[in-house]
């Protein structure tokens, strides 16, 4: 019998910290490693590197209670746990294939001072048959260091979003564990057992099986966001409004009514790269992803389409000035990877247009971007990103933003289009303030 309280996370990222916090909530000793030092040391002030709602009080309260440390020493994480997840990421490559570096490493960093028995489980996201190819290393790594230890291999994808991580930890829709024996099985059935108990599905299933689940996962939501933006192009043409085309289609049990809103297109650190990466999977085996193409397909064009109808209003960008509201690729986090946001504004600047920005968390973030420009102006709020604009676009859907005082607004800038990139408002209410209104898909 293996103890299965003893926890190592190696990467303390979105996925890794949260879920490090949530299994030392859970009752377990959580040791969280991380390669960046200044991460540690931020963390063991208990400062969270990035931004998560909940996050920092239940990283306080678990290293209050002793379950949860931090080191960037690996090999003090490896002596003291049993089991090792794997949360490193797993960035696109130039040609769209999964960098597996970061989860190499890590492997290779496990196998170099492991002296007993230990369960790698794989959290990141990566292409099927990576498990496979960890073990092969960790063995490899074992006889050449000629220490005879068992260890096993799990799959063990993580599903939770941005914004919500902790509640999608927490209660999540689903747990999949693909596995290899009874052994590693039963040890992570022991770590999920407070989920196990309130009746959370488990699916346990091979560790090819579990990689395509959150690849096929990831992909199915991707297409359901360039269905609706392809609908909502077409409803822009017809004159249909695509809010109740989304809404009466959500309303069938079969359909779903999640991720069915138009907007820029998706973004953010996962489905851009996993689908991309579901396409080079494809490609390996000789099973043309051609679904997964056009989807890709359409996100790429969706937020240039946008920009273009704002030109269509607007005439050239050159010395205009654009509030664009939101950089995050969603709101309540401040991830900006991939964000459309970003997009439009790189592509706003390039044309020669002024653009005055504002986003509750994500300005530290974009600055080191754009650190040198002085086409962009960073605003303390939205009131002051309206100023003397020719049109404002709001980008990210923070709740703030829903709640504008549009009057207000309407007074500070110079002229009045409003670009409702993410259709957060009735037409009829912005319109009546004095606007000219463009949402995606409904007019
Ligand atoms: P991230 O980039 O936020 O964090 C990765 C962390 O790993 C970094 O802090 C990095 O310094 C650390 N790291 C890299 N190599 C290391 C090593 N050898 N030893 C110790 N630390 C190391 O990544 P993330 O967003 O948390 O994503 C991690 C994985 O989870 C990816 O595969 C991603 O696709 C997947 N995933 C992400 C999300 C999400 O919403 N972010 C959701 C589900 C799955």
């Given at each position: 019998m293996f103890d299965s309280n003893n926890v190592a996370i190696i990467g303390t990222g979105y996925v890794g910290l949260v879920t490090g916090a949530c299994l030392s909530e859970f009752g377990l000793n959580v040791i969280c490693v991380d390669s960046d030092i200044s991460k540690i040391s931020l963390l063991n002030n208990n400062i969270i590197p990035f931004y998560e709602p909940e996050l920092k009080q239940l990283v306080e309260k678990n290293r209050a209670a002793q379950r949860l440390s931090f080191t960037s020493d690996i090999k003090e994480a490896i002596d003291q746990s049993t089991v090792v997840f794997i949360a490193v990421g797993t960035p696109p490559q130039e040609d769209g294939s999964a960098d597996l570096n970061y989860v190499l490493n890590a492997a290779k960093s496990i196998a170099d001072c492991m002296n007993e028995y230990k369960l790698i489980v794989i959290k990141s996201t990566v292409p099927v048959g990576t498990c496979k190819r960890v073990k092969e290393l960790v063995s490899n790594i074992l006889k050449e260091r000629n220490v005879r230890v068992e260890f096993d291999i799990a799959s063990n994808p993580e599903f939770l979003r941005e914004g919500s991580a902790i509640r999608d930890f927490m209660h999540p829709d689903r747990i999949v564990i693909g596995f290899e024996n009874e052994r590693a099985k039963n040890i992570l059935k022991d770590i999920y057992n407070v989920l196990y108990l309130i009746d959370v599905p488990f699916v346990f299933t091979n560790l090819e099986t579990a990689e395509m689940i959150k690849y096929a996962s990831n992909a199915f939501l991707a297409t359901k966001i360039s269905f609706i933006n392809e609908i909502a192009n077409l409803c822009d043409e017809v004159g249909a409004d695509v809010h109740d085309v989304a809404k009466a289609m959500g309303m069938d049990g079969r359909i779903g009514k999640y991720f069915l809103h138009p907007g820029p297109g998706f973004g953010g650190s996962c489905l851009p790269k996993d689908t991309r990466a579901l396409l080079d999977i494809g490609k390996n085996f000789g099973a043309e992803m051609r679904l997964i193409k056009a989807v890709i397909e359409v996100n790429e064009s969706q937020w240039k389409r946008l920009l273009e109808k704002m030109r269509s209003f607007l005439g050239e960008f050159q010395n205009k000035i654009i509030t664009v509201l939101g950089l995050s690729f969603k709101p309540n986090t401040d991830d900006i990877r991939e964000s459309p946001a970003m997009k439009f504004i790189s592509y706003l600047i390039q044309e020669g247009a002024y653009v005055q920005v504002y986003d509750p968390v994500s300005i530290k973030n974009a600055a080191m971007l754009f650190?040198?420009?002085?086409r962009i102006t960073f605003c303390a709020d939205e009131y002051e990103a309206a100023k003397n604009a020719d049109a404002i676009a709001i980008l990210t859907e923070w709740n703030q933003f829903r709640h504008l005082d549009l009057n207000k607004i309407k007074t500070l800038m110079k002229d009045k289009y409003f670009f409702d990139y993410r259709n957060v408002y009735e037409p009829e209410d912005v319109k009546k303030c004095g606007f000219i209104y463009y949402g995606v898909g409904r007019k």
């Open positions: 650190s040198d420009n002085s």
